[in-house]
């Protein structure tokens, strides 16, 4: 990966990781922006697997990745089955770009460094799921829902070349019928 690419990375995790959350998000916007940084993550994870020849789909990763999205879900006192639905749509459109990433990969030569997927990716897949949470929790606690009015902001925001209006769609829907714990 170039200088300027990692940069990039190192300043948009440090902005997830270390921005702390503001008292009162009454917008989705902070929420829509680390939704965006983690789709962002997958081309790096589809070129990782690619040069290490292993398959796009991990179901035992993926269920890992929900069991800790629904933990982290309650901590933060939102319903876990409504969090496990928007991960599972999440990874959905993760695969998705990393399908037409690895696509392209077989007609594009890569230039790019890969990072490693355990010890520089998956870590901050990890951290970043975790503010997602905590980030839907302090949406809550000041908004009643995320609803269909919301969905030009998160269009606007969420962009990715390899994620479909469709995918888009798929998460933008998880997202309105996340809950708080009663």
């Known amino acids: 990966m170039c ?3 990692m940069l990039k990375r190192v300043v948009i995790m440090a902005f997830i990781c270390f921005t702390p959350l503001p008292a009162f998000a009454q ?6 922006h680390t939704i ?3 789709m962002s993550y997958m081309e790096d994870v589809a070129r990782y697997k690619a040069e290490n020849h292993l398959p796009i789909e991990d179901i035992p990763r993926e269920q890992l990745v929900i069991e800790q999205a629904t933990l982290s879900a309650a901590e933060s006192g939102l319903e876990s089955r409504s969090v496990a639905a928007f991960f599972e749509a999440l990874i959905s459109g993760a695969k998705a770009i990393q399908y037409r990433c690895r696509a ?3 007609t594009q030569q890569q230039t790019q460094a890969t990072r490693d997927l355990d010890s520089a990716l998956r870590p901050d897949l990890i951290a970043m799921g ?6 839907l929790a302090d949406y809550f606690s000041h908004n009643a829902v995320i609803d269909s009015a919301l969905w030009i902001q998160f269009d606007e925001t969420v962009q990715h070349k390899y994620l479909s209006l469709a995918d888009k769609k798929a998460i933008f829907e998880a997202l309105t019928k996340i809950r708080v714990q009663k």
């Open 3 to 5: 200088s300027h690419q």
């Open 27 to 32: 917008n989705a916007d902070i929420l829509f």
């Open 36 to 38: 965006n940084a983690r």
């Open 104 to 106: 392209d990969l077989l």
């Open 130 to 135: 975790k503010r997602l949470n905590r980030e």
